[in-house]
């Protein structure tokens, strides 16, 4: 992609992301009185956004167009509380802002390997399942209690090519399989649009993340649901819930760690709180 194209590509998102944003909040909500006539649109005008942002309507038109040019923190911070924006949301609408300038990333995707010291690390955590990945969901080392646990991951990467790398996303919305596996499928679902999206937003030169958003969108019509609706999420901590083929229910609490070494890593964990059935079952699990 041209540094052209990169530009031109983050304007669009960055108007499909506010349109999508203004269009889930109802003036109501924002504390606008109740309007004289039938609406057009269930959510906020563009009028009312910049009204309520403190902009002109002609500036924050360009600026759904995409056409952003420079853009100060405080309107990005006003707009942010107009349309409700979470945290992530935030983060990645400045994201946007700044690649229609033709930013990107200077370590698309993370990189595809993983440093030997990282890997022998993974290897010390014998009681919990461990692995590393990269920004595109590429699973690219992991202990063998990881590997137990994802078995399922492994096994059709390999089936459908030989030295091939496991990708979280393809087995999540490929493989029917993930469905009985991920007891809350529809938020790993979200997780990982999310995920993807912001990393998109990164890194437009990234010719195996963008092969791998056409291929989920031709094939997955769950996938292509949420990519259109703009979805931003993260996976950072909290409780996982597995149904595993050969153990049952697993409740494992996860940490997913940023490689401060090796930007666009992150280091999944996974434990059992001790003495828990949990804990049990993935005992079973280990190798």
Do not use: C, K
Not at 73 to 96: K, M, P, T
Not at 112 to 123: A, F, I
């Amino acid at each position: 992609m041209t540094a052209r194209d990169a530009r031109a590509a983050a304007r669009r998102e960055v108007a499909e992301f506010l349109a999508s944003r203004r269009a889930r909040i109802t003036p109501q909500e924002s504390g606008l009185p109740p309007a004289i006539g039938r609406r057009r649109v269930a959510g906020l005008r563009r009028e009312e956004v910049a009204l309520l942002a403190g902009v002109s309507v002609e500036y924050y038109a360009r600026l759904e167009r995409g056409r952003v040019g420079a853009v100060s923190e405080g309107v990005l911070e006003s707009l942010a509380q107009v349309l409700r924006l979470d945290d992530v949301e935030r983060a990645h609408l400045a994201e946007l802002v700044r690649t229609t300038g033709g930013g990107a990333s200077e370590n698309p995707g993370g990189p595809g390997e993983v440093r030997s010291d990282l890997s022998d690390l993974l290897d010390l955590m014998p009681d919990a399942a461990a692995f590393v990945r990269n920004a595109r969901l590429d699973l690219l080392a992991a202990n063998p209690l990881a590997r137990a646990l994802y078995a399922h991951v492994f096994d059709t990467a390999a089936a459908g090519a030989p030295g091939a790398v496991p990708n979280l996303a393809r087995s999540l919305f490929l493989d029917p399989r993930s469905r009985a596996f991920y007891r809350h499928w529809p938020r790993l679902a979200d997780n990982a649009v999310g995920g993807l999206r912001a990393e998109a937003a990164r890194s437009r030169a990234d010719r195996d993340l963008a092969d791998l958003i056409e291929q989920l969108s031709e094939r997955s019509e769950e996938f292509r649901t949420r990519w259109t609706g703009h979805v931003v999420d993260h996976y950072r901590s909290g409780d996982q819930h597995f149904r595993h083929e050969l153990v049952g229910d697993l409740t494992l609490r996860y940490e997913a760690l940023d490689v401060v070494a090796d930007p666009g890593l992150t280091l999944l964990v996974y434990h059992a709180e001790p003495g828990s059935p949990s804990a049990a079952a993935l005992a079973r699990l280990t190798p």
